[in-house]
């Protein structure tokens, strides 16, 4: 233990004297290791908006995307492939499905609002009246959808909070009107507040009845999607079978292989989400090691240089009677500890660039957590230890095999 003691000193007076190149010698492995750390810990809060994001739709929500898919993939839509083979008629019929309680169709614009001098570019949804039970939210003044409005191709909108406040910032948007796409609107109601909901601010948008939509916004007679209530979780996958029972029998389809439809529900796109995301994060865990390998070979490269500078020291310890394990272990020593400073500093730089992305991306209004896991530390500084060892073996056993005669004798 003592010998170990002094052994440690020495190495720490050794890298002290040459703070330059120490430090130069332990950039890759700080890059690496903070790359390796922040990719885990932004990762982990990327997973945990993205299930937050999901669930705060509703756990019993089914959504039926158009298009077919294999059931553990995503959808064609996903791939910003366009089909149009869903259509109200669809979403009317699976609202006498078993267990659904609510369903709507959405067809979905980005469109400018304008309200006299004032204007928004914001998400306009055509739905009908059950989207109020679908996503289960309140209004804060006026009303929502009728089925009346939906089926007499009513021109009003309901407005979220932030797009009634850009647009009538005094405030009593009820009963006024906005044009969009060229066509007037009455404003019938503005939702109460709502936040961000899967990656889309909910008090930023208008809401028209969907018919209405299809008429004067999109111009198409297809939806863009449409999505289910259904009563209990524990009535989901029966839900799910009846459904996909349904829009066959619809759309003449005898072969499911054949399905021109989708259908998930929300713990489903939970686990896709899950996949794909823990892919990506693997994907980039694969990228940022290289790093970490450029720096142990860097720090190979270092340490052979210093076994040809210390030729003549090495040559007079063994001359003194040093063992061969023991000049082994010293440069081992070194190189180790060369990593393991690179991994705390690029550990502490992976905890601060985590907790910059976690308040800027917080900034913006989403519900992001700065995670950092504890596991990840200690891999971080685990990895980064094993990677000074097992890259310090070769120069560290050139030292350990260089005869006495001959280091003495080097110039």
């Given amino acids: 233990m003592a010998r170990l003691s002094v052994d440690f000193a020495y190495s720490f007076r050794t890298l002290a004297a040459s703070k330059s190149r120490t430090f130069l010698t332990m950039l890759g492995i700080i890059i690496g290791v903070m790359s390796v750390l922040a990719v885990i810990s932004v990762g982990l809060s990327a997973q945990r908006l993205v299930v937050g994001q999901v669930q705060s739709l509703g756990s019993n929500l089914v959504g039926v995307l158009p298009g077919g898919g294999q059931d553990t993939g995503p959808p064609p839509i996903a791939f910003g492939i366009v089909t149009t083979s869903l259509k109200i008629a669809d979403a009317n019929a699976?609202?006498?499905?078993?267990?659904?309680?609510?369903?709507?169709?959405?067809?979905r614009r980005s469109q400018p609002i304008n309200a006299g001098t004032h204007s928004a570019t914001v998400t306009v949804s055509g739905v009908n009246e059950q989207l109020i039970r679908v996503e289960d939210f309140s209004m804060g003044e006026g009303r929502f959808l009728s089925a009346e409005d939906v089926n007499g191709f009513g021109r009003v909108v309901v407005l979220g909070v932030k797009t009634a406040g850009e647009l009538f910032p005094g405030g009593g948007a009820v009963g006024q009107f906005v044009r969009i796409k060229g066509s007037q609107f009455e404003v019938i109601g503005v939702m109460a507040k709502r936040g961000t909901a899967f990656f889309q601010d909910q008090d930023d948008q208008a809401i028209i009845p969907v018919t209405t939509a299809q008429k004067f916004v999109s111009g198409a007679d297809y939806v863009t999607f449409v999505r289910a209530k259904i009563d209990s979780a524990e009535n989901i996958p029966g839900a799910l079978d009846d459904?996909?029972?349904?829009?066959?029998?619809?759309?003449?389809?005898?072969?499911?292989?054949?399905?021109?439809?989708?259908?998930?529900?929300?713990?489903?796109?939970?686990?896709?989400?899950?996949?794909?995301?823990?892919?990506?994060?693997?994907?980039?865990?694969?990228v940022t090691a290289i790093s970490l390998v450029v720096g142990g070979i860097n720090i190979m490269n270092v340490m052979f240089v210093a076994v040809r500078e210390r030729t003549r020291e090495i040559g007079l310890r063994k001359a003194l009677g040093a063992h061969p394990t023991r000049i082994l272990l010293q440069f081992l020593m070194e190189s180790a500890m060369i990593s393991f400073m690179g991994g705390a500093i690029g550990t502490a730089l992976g905890v601060l660039v985590t907790w910059g992305v976690a308040k800027v991306i917080a900034g913006m209004g989403y519900d992001w957590h700065f995670m950092v896991p504890l596991s990840g530390v200690v891999w971080s500084l685990g990895i980064s230890v094993t990677i000074g060892l097992v890259f310090g073996v070769w120069p560290a056993a050139s030292a350990a095999r260089l005869e006495p005669i001959a280091a003495l004798r080097y110039e």
């Avoid at 699976?94 to 067809?107: I, M, R």
């Avoid at 996909?244 to 939970?270: N, W």
């Avoid at 896709?272 to 694969?286: E, P, R, S």
Wanted: no cysteine; hydrophobic share 45%; proline share 5%.
């Fill in 243 to 286: 459904i996909k029972r349904t829009l066959r029998h619809r759309h003449g389809i005898t072969d499911p292989a054949k399905d021109d439809f989708t259908v998930r529900s929300a713990s489903t796109a939970i686990d896709i989400l899950g996949n794909v995301t823990g892919a990506i994060k693997g994907f980039l865990l694969i």
């Fill in 94 to 107: 699976l609202a006498d499905v078993p267990h659904v309680v609510a369903v709507t169709p959405y067809v």
